[in-house]
């Protein structure tokens, strides 16, 4: 039922009139009389009797007779909630869309015939080609793929997908968001054909993406890619679940109970007996605990290959290395970066340069005393909107006009970080008659323009170019490195070899930082697995995700202490915290040992509903946060 309090997460038992009798059928939508008012459901199962010992209701109305949530995912649904310490009506939210009846009103199609075409790509890799005969000997094999740099990973998945499909099975790839997916859409029509695969996602709008949705219900189609929600897509007899960079944020669902997209895969790929893919340029250290826990092969390239696919990679940022520079270690582009730039423009190649933050100069601080520059009105942090402009406060969007220090009284105001804006505008002045061109989340590009041309652009939007980038600088890299985060660095390398994915092997990459540092060392060698394996290793010796389980308890001061309080004491839960969120909100870490983390979930999501039931105090319950830190 459409019912999201947690006491109430279990299912009714319902009576069928006769005039509907032969037209409910598992999975479809109905609307049954729940105390005063009627709410909408699912059918989950018919029954000829009933363990319920008190009267029956009967089901009010037929929404629709078409099914929409499989026993499949029905299941797995049910896995996830209890998983995240959930509700089954929060996670089937995200995976059934909203009803449009006129698309239910369409005729069904036929399924189109697939076949698997060759795919010598996968040589490239170590099991890379035994892990495609499983697929299409509708074997179940399980691995974790770091792709080379201008790997044209589409086009991989699409054949992996093809390989399932010709077997008799289906397939689910997700991708972390709309850019990725019309990459992935373009390439399984190119290998498929078209008409034989949908796409979902929230972009499509409910009509398009309702339509899909059926045609996977329906068994029109074998093949379903989309973003996070596609995880859920009705794929009849899975064979393949994949993911695509893994690592990144998209991938965690913004609302209860907040599941990650691999998590769900994971799960799926189990209850289904399926096959599974995680794939990225870089490696999670949760992928890796899949290697180490051999229940995933990893599919590598041999070192040869690699070495023919990665460009230079040229590290700047040690002392030696400034020390050497001849702007004496003061310029934000040392020479390096700047000939290799400009080594690119003259072999009238693209040039990519990242840059952490979008905006003009986001954050700024006093020019005499240094001291972080900040609003007059409510503190926040001030940045400066584009040139000769006043600061405008990063909060509520005041203008400084006459902003002073508030430590020693200046006026004046020096940049502390460099935005994408800024940056572009100074390599406009760099390079003189060379189209400049920004890439953001507000205005992400497609392709990068061809020729004589420098892309600026923030991680996760860097556009490909059509025949690689013939330089890509990594600046400000200090502003990944130093987050207050646990996976920080994990990030940056992440982020980092994704960019460089991009260029050409020919062609030569600088990072701006330290080549001392083990993330650039994996940067360097491009060897994502002994970072993953290391990162691991320091995570497990120090007891943090993902070698433990955490939760994170959010809501009014007290209440999270309270609903911990209340927890068995035999599952051993170590409390970190609280840390004040505002004043009055606080947060509150759980941390038990890995083999533990259902229990801890299953007592989270008991607690929730008798605090719900005695009307107490909400408190968010997260499993598994992404922010630790």
């Given at each position: 039922?459409?019912?999201?309090?947690?006491?109430?997460?279990?299912?009714?038992?319902?009576?069928?009139?006769?005039?509907?009798?032969?037209?409910?059928?598992?999975?479809?939508?109905?609307?049954?009389?729940?105390?005063?008012?009627?709410?909408?459901?699912?059918?989950?199962?018919?029954?000829?009797?009933?363990?319920?010992?008190?009267?029956?209701?009967?089901?009010?109305?037929?929404?629709?007779?078409?099914?929409?949530?499989?026993?499949?995912?029905?299941?797995?649904?049910?896995?996830?909630?209890?998983?995240?310490?959930?509700?089954?009506?929060?996670?089937?939210?995200?995976?059934?869309?909203?009803?449009?009846?006129?698309?239910?009103?369409?005729?069904?199609?036929?399924?189109?015939?697939?076949?698997?075409?060759?795919?010598?790509?996968?040589?490239?890799?170590?099991?890379?080609?035994?892990?495609?005969?499983?697929?299409?000997?509708?074997?179940?094999?399980?691995?974790?793929?770091?792709?080379?740099?201008?790997?044209?990973?589409?086009?991989?998945?699409?054949?992996?997908?093809?390989?399932?499909?010709?077997?008799?099975?289906?397939?689910?790839?997700?991708?972390?968001?709309?850019?990725?997916?019309?990459?992935?859409?373009?390439?399984?029509?190119?290998?498929?054909?078209?008409?034989?695969?949908?796409?979902?996602?929230?972009?499509?709008?409910?009509?398009?993406?309702?339509?899909?949705?059926?045609?996977?219900?329906?068994?029109?189609?074998?093949?379903?890619?989309?973003?996070?929600?596609?995880?859920?897509?009705?794929?009849?007899?899975l064979g393949l679940a994949a993911i695509w960079d893994d690592g990144d944020e998209s991938h965690v669902d913004r609302h209860a109970p907040y599941p990650h997209a691999r998590e769900i895969?994971?799960?799926?790929?189990?209850?289904?007996?399926?096959?599974?893919?995680?794939?990225?340029?870089?490696?999670?250290?949760?992928?890796?605990?899949?290697?180490?826990?051999?229940?995933?092969?990893?599919?590598?390239?041999?070192?040869?290959?690699?070495?023919?696919?990665?460009?230079?990679?040229?590290?700047?940022?040690?002392e030696s290395d400034m020390a050497r520079d001849p702007s004496g270690g003061t310029a934000r582009l040392p020479t390096v970066a700047w000939e290799a730039a400009k080594g690119a423009l003259?072999?009238?190649?693209?040039?990519?340069?990242?840059?952490?933050?979008?905006?003009?100069?986001?954050?700024?601080?006093?020019?005499?005393?240094?001291?972080?520059?900040?609003?007059?009105?409510?503190?926040?942090?001030?940045?400066?909107?584009?040139?000769?402009?006043?600061?405008?406060?990063?909060?509520?969007?005041?203008?400084?006009?006459?902003?002073?220090?508030?430590?020693?009284?200046?006026?004046?105001?020096?940049?502390?970080?460099?935005?994408?804006?800024?940056?572009?505008?100074?390599?406009?002045?760099?390079?003189?008659?060379?189209t400049v061109v920004e890439s953001t989340g507000a205005s992400r590009l497609d392709a990068a323009p061809a020729g004589r041309s420098v892309v600026v652009a923030t991680p996760g939007v860097?556009?490909?170019?059509?025949?690689?980038?013939?330089?890509?600088?990594?600046?400000?890299?200090?502003?990944?490195?130093?987050?207050?985060?646990?996976?920080?660095?994990?990030?940056?390398?992440?982020?980092?070899?994704?960019?460089?994915?991009?260029?050409?092997?020919?062609?030569?990459?600088?990072?701006?930082?330290?080549?001392?540092?083990?993330?650039?060392?994996?940067?360097?060698?491009?060897?994502?697995?002994?970072?993953?394996?290391?990162?691991?290793?320091?995570?497990?010796?120090?007891?943090?995700?993902?070698?433990?389980?955490?939760?994170?308890?959010?809501?009014?001061?007290?209440?999270?202490?309270?609903?911990?309080?209340?927890?068995?004491?035999?599952?051993?839960?170590?409390?970190?915290?609280?840390?004040?969120?505002?004043?009055?909100?606080?947060?509150?870490?759980?941390?038990?040992?890995?083999?533990?983390?259902?229990?801890?979930?299953?007592?989270?999501?008991?607690?929730?509903?008798?605090?719900?039931?005695?009307?107490?105090?909400?408190?968010?319950?997260?499993?598994?946060?992404?922010?630790?830190?």
């Open positions: 039922m459409d019912q999201p309090l947690p006491q109430l997460d279990r299912l009714f038992d319902y009576r069928i009139p006769e005039d509907l009798r032969g037209l409910v059928r598992p999975g479809c939508r109905v609307r049954v009389r729940f105390g005063r008012r009627k709410v909408g459901g699912y059918v989950i199962d018919l029954k000829d009797t009933s363990d319920f010992d008190g009267k029956l209701l009967w089901l009010s109305e037929l929404v629709s007779p078409q099914p929409v949530l499989t026993p499949e995912v029905a299941r797995l649904a049910r896995a996830v909630a209890d998983r995240y310490a959930g509700t089954l009506t929060d996670v089937l939210r995200l995976a059934v869309p909203e009803r449009r009846k006129k698309v239910e009103e369409e005729a069904p199609g036929e399924p189109l015939p697939l076949t698997a075409p060759p795919a010598p790509q996968w040589k490239r890799y170590i099991a890379g080609e035994a892990f495609l005969r499983a697929l299409r000997a509708a074997k179940s094999p399980k691995a974790v793929w770091n792709a080379l740099p201008g790997e044209d990973w589409p086009a991989r998945l699409a054949e992996a997908a093809a390989a399932t499909a010709a077997a008799g099975r289906g397939a689910v790839l997700v991708v972390p968001d709309q850019a990725d997916l019309d990459r992935l859409d373009a390439a399984l029509d190119a290998v498929l054909g078209p008409g034989r695969h949908v796409t979902l996602s929230a972009q499509l709008g409910p009509t398009k993406r309702y339509r899909a949705f059926l045609r996977a219900a329906r068994g029109e189609v074998r093949i379903v890619a989309g973003a996070r929600a596609a995880a859920f897509a009705p794929v009849a007899d895969l994971l799960t799926r790929a189990e209850l289904a007996d399926a096959a599974c893919l995680v794939g990225g340029h870089a490696r999670t250290p949760q992928a890796q605990l899949l290697v180490d826990a051999e229940w995933a092969i990893p599919i590598t390239a041999s070192r040869r290959e690699i070495r023919s696919a990665v460009p230079r990679i040229v590290p700047v940022g040690d003259e072999r009238e190649r693209p040039v990519l340069v990242q840059v952490p933050r979008r905006g003009y100069v986001p954050a700024v601080s006093c020019q005499r005393c240094r001291a972080r520059a900040v609003c007059p009105h409510c503190s926040g942090p001030l940045r400066l909107p584009g040139v000769r402009k006043a600061p405008v406060c990063g909060w509520c969007g005041r203008t400084a006009e006459d902003h002073r220090c508030r430590e020693c009284g200046s006026g004046r105001v020096r940049a502390r970080v460099i935005g994408a804006e800024r940056t572009a505008e100074e390599l406009a002045q760099a390079f003189v008659g060379v860097e556009p490909p170019a059509p025949d690689g980038y013939g330089a890509v600088l990594l600046l400000d890299t200090w502003a990944l490195l130093t987050r207050a985060e646990l996976t920080a660095s994990e990030e940056a390398l992440r982020r980092w070899m994704n960019a460089v994915a991009l260029a050409r092997p020919d062609g030569t990459a600088v990072v701006v930082a330290d080549g001392g540092l083990a993330v650039v060392q994996a940067l360097l060698r491009w060897d994502p697995g002994w970072f993953a394996s290391r990162e691991l290793a320091e995570r497990t010796e120090l007891g943090f995700p993902p070698a433990m389980k955490m939760a994170a308890l959010t809501g009014p001061n007290g209440a999270p202490e309270k609903l911990a309080a209340e927890l068995p004491p035999e599952l051993g839960a170590e409390a970190i915290g609280p840390i004040p969120v505002d004043e009055d909100t606080e947060r509150l870490l759980l941390r038990v040992r890995r083999r533990d983390g259902a229990g801890l979930a299953s007592a989270l999501a008991r607690a929730g509903a008798e605090r719900a039931g005695a009307k107490a105090e909400p408190v968010r319950i997260q499993i598994d946060p992404r922010a630790v830190a």
